[in-house]
């Protein structure tokens, strides 16, 4: 993390995408555009789960309470929402959700 700023890769399976220094409190969707990395968002507000992709590592501030496009399932498997979930520190995201 240089100057304590997270930095986020996006890959696309094994192929890296995009990778960016984000800003501290950016939703990842916001990263994302920021690294030329295209995820669809429909609600941005976690309610749909349009944005879902796979946090492959690292950490995010995770909602207490999920939102409604998340469910546990999904969270054990890495899904995370990029429009209501900002990095911790450096992290590494599978654009391909799991399902």
Excluded at 28 to 35: H, P
Excluded at 38 to 63: A, F, K
Aim: hydrophobic share 35%; glycine share 12%; aromatic share 2%.
């Amino acid at each position: 993390m240089p100057n304590g700023l997270p930095i986020v890769r996006f890959f696309r399976g094994t192929e890296i995408i995009g990778s960016v220094t984000a800003n501290p409190g950016d939703p990842l969707v916001d990263v994302a555009e920021m690294a030329g990395v295209d995820i669809p968002t429909n609600c941005t507000s976690g309610n749909c789960g349009t944005c879902l992709v796979r946090l492959i590592s690292g950490e995010v501030e995770m909602p207490s309470v999920l939102p409604p496009g998340l469910d546990e399932d999904l969270v054990s498997e890495g899904g995370i929402l990029t429009c209501c979930i900002t990095p911790n520190g450096d992290c590494d995201i599978d654009v391909i959700p799991p399902l």
